[in-house]
């Protein structure tokens, strides 16, 4: 027989209670996941409704140097086509130039070209396949522009595309787990349906009425 003293068992939550419960946690998860990209897109989705407005001026740096002796032999049996340049002379165009010498290159009969494409500017190096002559040009175009190629995932490399993913994905939880919130909470708040109504009409009016 049970003592009647014995201190009672926790309550076993409602379905209801178990699923707000579960709501609540994986929407202030996911927001804390999402919370600086969704500044950073928001605020770079600003920018690039008005880019127009923001001048932007590019910074150019132009440098030149000669391939030493010893590599320029990798370089003459290359043949043509696409491929990444020799590591010995990527190696030392990084340290002569003072910037990254990675990528597929560009090679014809007589240059090898490596195309730079970074957020926010551009770059380029050229190499003599004769002589050995190096010449290469690297463009800034800013802290904007940076920010705006990062909103638009352009020339970031796949560690930036996986966190692309990542955060779409949690935004995804967010908003669901949201709605499904405002669901649980509508009979209090009466204005409920009608707000996410016209988050839904609004653009939906502009799309159809003002876009041509």
Request: contains cysteine; aromatic residues 10%.
């Amino acid at each position: 027989m049970p003592d009647p003293k014995a201190p009672l068992g926790k309550p076993r939550l409602s379905r209801k209670a178990f699923w707000l419960k579960q709501l609540h946690s994986w929407h202030w998860m996911s927001s804390a996941v999402s919370l600086i990209g969704l500044l950073l897109f928001a605020i770079t989705g600003l920018t690039l409704n008005h880019a127009a407005d923001i001048e932007a001026r590019p910074v150019v740096t132009a440098a030149n140097a000669v391939l030493p002796p010893a590599l320029l032999p990798l370089l003459a049996t290359g043949g043509d086509g696409k491929k990444p340049l020799p590591p010995q002379v990527a190696e030392w165009l990084q340290g002569a130039l003072e910037q990254p010498a990675s990528g597929v290159a560009e090679w014809s009969t007589s240059e090898v070209y490596l195309p730079l494409p970074r957020p926010g500017g551009d770059g380029w190096i050229a190499i003599d396949r004769t002589s050995g002559a190096v010449s290469s040009e690297t463009t800034s175009r800013g802290w904007v522009s940076y920010l705006n190629d990062l909103h638009k995932g352009r020339n970031t490399g796949p560690a930036w595309s996986w966190f692309i993913d990542i955060f779409a994905v949690a935004c995804v939880i967010f908003a669901t787990t949201g709605f499904f919130l405002l669901q649980l909470h509508a009979a209090r708040r009466p204005i409920t349906w009608p707000l996410v109504g016209a988050g839904l009409a609004i653009p939906a009016a502009i799309a159809l009425f003002f876009i041509h």
